[in-house]
C-alpha cells in the first residue's frame, strides 16, 4: 500500500468511527429523551389519559361529588368510567370550546366511549365488590388515595396484605381468605 492509500484508508475510517459515534449518541440521547419525557411521567404520575380530566379540579377544587360521576361503584362489580354523557351536562355550557372539551364532544357525537386507561386492577382471581365497603363507609380514599388532589391518577398496586390488615381490623370481615376473595 503506499503512503496516499493508506492516508486516504485511515481518513476513511475516522469519518466512519466518528459518523457511528455520533449516531450511537445520538440514538443514546434519543432513547433517555423518550425515557425523561414520556416513560418517567407515566410511572410516576400514571398513565396520560385521552383527555386530560384532572380530579383535583373536579372532586378537589370544584367539590364534585365522587358518586356524581361514579354512580355505579356500589351497586356493580364493574363501575367503570363515567360515560361521555356525565361530562356534557356541564360541559355543554362550561368552557364548551376548550380543545379537550372538544375531544368529549367528538367522542359524543361519534357515539365512541372515550378510551380512559384503567389504573386500578385486582388479579383475576381476587373477588371484590365496592358495594359492602362502602355500605361500611369505608371512604374511597382509604384505598384510592387522595384522589381529589391528583390532577392524574396513579395506580396502588394492592398487595394482599392490604385487604388482609383492614380486614384484622374491622368486625364482620371475611378473613379466611381462600373461602372470601379468591374465586
Ligand atoms: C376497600 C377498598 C376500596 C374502596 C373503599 C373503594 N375502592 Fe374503588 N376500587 C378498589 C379496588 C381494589 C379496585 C379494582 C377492582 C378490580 O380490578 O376489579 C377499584 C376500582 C375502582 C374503579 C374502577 C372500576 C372499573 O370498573 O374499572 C373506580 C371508578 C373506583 N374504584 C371508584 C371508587 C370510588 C368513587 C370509591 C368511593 C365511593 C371507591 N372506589 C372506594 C378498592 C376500593
Ligand atoms: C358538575 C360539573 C362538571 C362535570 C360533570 C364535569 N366538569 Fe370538567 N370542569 C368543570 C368546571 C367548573 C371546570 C373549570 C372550568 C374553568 O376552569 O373555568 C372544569 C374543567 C375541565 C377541564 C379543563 C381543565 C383545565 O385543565 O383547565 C377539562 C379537560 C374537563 N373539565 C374535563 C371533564 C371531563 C372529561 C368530564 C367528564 C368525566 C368533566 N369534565 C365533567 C365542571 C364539570
Ligand atoms: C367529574 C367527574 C368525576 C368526579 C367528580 C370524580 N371522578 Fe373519578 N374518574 C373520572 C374519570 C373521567 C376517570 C377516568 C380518567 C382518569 O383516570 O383520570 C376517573 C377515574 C377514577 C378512578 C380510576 C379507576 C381506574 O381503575 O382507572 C378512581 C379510583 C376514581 N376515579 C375515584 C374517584 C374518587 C375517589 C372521586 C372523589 C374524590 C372521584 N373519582 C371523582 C371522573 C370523575
Ligand atoms: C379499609 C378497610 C378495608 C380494606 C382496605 C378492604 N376491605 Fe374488604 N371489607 C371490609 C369490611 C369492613 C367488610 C365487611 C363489610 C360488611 O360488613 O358486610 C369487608 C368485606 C369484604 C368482602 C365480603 C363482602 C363482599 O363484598 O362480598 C370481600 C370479598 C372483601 N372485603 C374483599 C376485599 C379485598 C379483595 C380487598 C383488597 C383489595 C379488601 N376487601 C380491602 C374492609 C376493608
Redesign the pocket.
Known sequence: MDDRRKHRWISFLKIKGSALFWTASCAALAIFLVLFLYVWPEWKMGPEQP????HQ??AGV?Q?NCR??HSYVDRSQHPGM?P?E??L???KY??AE?P??KK?HNYYNTNTPTPWKKVFYLPEHVFFKHQRHIDREIQCQECHGEVEKMDRLKGVNFKMGFCIKCHREKEGTPLGCWLGCHN
Request: net charge neutral; hydrophobic share 40%.
Open positions: 383527555i386530560s380530566f384532572s379540579v373536579h370544584k364534585i356524581f360521576c363515567p361521555v356525565k361530562c351536562y356541564c360541559h362550561i368552557i376548550h379537550e372539551i368529549e
